[in-house]
């Protein structure tokens, strides 16, 4: 069980780098939380896609204050 989650890690990291890297917000721990709740959702836990769901909205509302107080 935990080869198929080290493997599901693996893809979703070579898989999603863009994503992760926009979630990390420059904090590789972050991104590799964040590839951790990706691949545990794909395998079927249902409280990692929750999670996985709220570091991007948080990620994204993030994102949308730094474009807004910087100007673009």
């Known amino acids: 069980m935990r080869i198929r989650l080290a493997l599901l890690v693996l893809a979703a990291a070579t898989l999603a780098p863009s994503l992760a890297s926009a979630m990390s917000l420059e904090d590789p721990r972050r991104a590799w939380i964040a590839r951790d709740y990706r691949a545990r959702c794909a395998y079927g836990d249902e409280r990692a896609c929750w999670r996985y769901e709220k570091m991007k909205r948080d990620a994204a509302r993030v994102m ?9």
């Open 64 to 72: 949308a204050k730094r474009r807004y107080y910087q100007g673009y």
